[in-house]
């Protein structure tokens, strides 16, 4: 076998792509080695060690399907794998020349484990406002069908399975590593951080304003709500613990308080919970009536005794 053929033998990433990612990788491995990164690095140090100094700006949630439909970003790479890096690298290169801020750039590409996750057993039921909804965004006006309506319906948030093939994990790091690794090296990498946003999700399947309706009315229901997706995600960081998933050489600080903030949110929405339904004055036919100033002092009782 030729070392053309050799070269496009990696599960099915063609030569094009072979190229547009080494192109890519040579780009970012060229700004990773610019001494500014390690400057950056000593400012977020001091940042996350609560000292004074300049604060830090860090731009995300970027809409790269309307960079891409702009034309300011194109995805070329056919095989989906390839295409997955791709967009990685061409998005953290925009990002650099277009919105830089305080962002670092590391001379590795780190690739994640290959995790199996059964998730929470139930998915939103969704009415779109248009019909197919678009492919080319998520951000649509759209209609969430509560399917969890009472506290019988709690138990449908299973608690998450999780699993990791290894072996598979090392294959794609491997065939990455022969890509690219001439320019950053490939590293396999585990959990880093976590985005918790516990009322995102359950409004979409128990419908925004039943939702917000329960917190005022139904305490104990939207109290079993939130408390049965704690503890789900609970599940899932212990199992993450057990297969070491976590990588506590980077993240350790941002982990830890991603769980302290397990704790905090629960206490939080404890307090406002009752200290709401406390609140809550006469109804009549017009619906609930609120005292408009309790409004302002739900935070201080909350609160004030936290450390």
């Known amino acids: 076998m030729n070392s053309q053929n050799q070269k496009e033998n990696f599960e099915g990433i063609n030569q094009k792509d072979i190229e547009i990612l080494r192109e890519l990788a040579c780009q970012v491995s060229e700004i990773a080695r ?44 056919e095989n989906s794998f390839a295409r997955s890096i791709e967009f990685n690298l061409k998005t953290l290169l925009y990002v650099w020349n277009h919105a830089r801020t305080d962002i670092i750039i590391e001379p590795v590409y780190r690739i994640g484990y290959v995790v199996n996750d059964t998730g929470f057993g139930i998915s939103p039921c969704q009415e779109y406002a248009s019909h197919p909804p678009s492919k080319n965004t998520e951000v649509i006006s759209r209609h969430f069908i509560p399917q969890i309506k009472d506290i019988d319906d709690v138990e449908k948030i299973k608690f998450p399975e999780i699993s990791v093939d290894w072996e598979a994990s090392k294959k794609w790091a491997k065939i990455l590593d022969e890509i690219i690794g001439k320019y950053l090296p490939v590293e396999l990498y585990g959990i880093g951080s976590i985005w918790f946003a516990p009322w995102d999700w359950l409004v979409t399947i128990a419908g925004v304003e039943e939702s917000l309706f329960s917190l005022a009315a139904r305490p104990d229901f939207a109290h079993a709500m939130i408390g049965r997706l704690v503890d789900a995600w609970l599940c899932r960081l212990e199992q993450w613990d057990r297969l070491d998933m976590k990588n506590w050489a980077f993240f350790h600080r941002i982990t830890v308080i991603s769980e302290l903030a397990l704790v905090v949110l629960a206490i939080l929405l404890t307090c406002l919970i009752f200290r709401f339904q406390r609140q809550v004055s006469k109804q009549n036919n017009s619906g609930v009536l609120l005292r408009a100033r309790s409004f302002q002092r739900f935070h201080q009782p909350c609160t004030k005794n936290l450390p």
């Open 34 to 77: 610019l001494p500014v990164h390690t400057q950056t690095i000593s400012q977020w140090k001091r940042n996350n060690d609560l000292k004074p100094g300049r604060p830090l700006v860090w731009i995300t949630e970027i809409p790269w399907h309307e960079v891409e439909q702009s034309g300011e970003i194109k995805f070329e790479c």
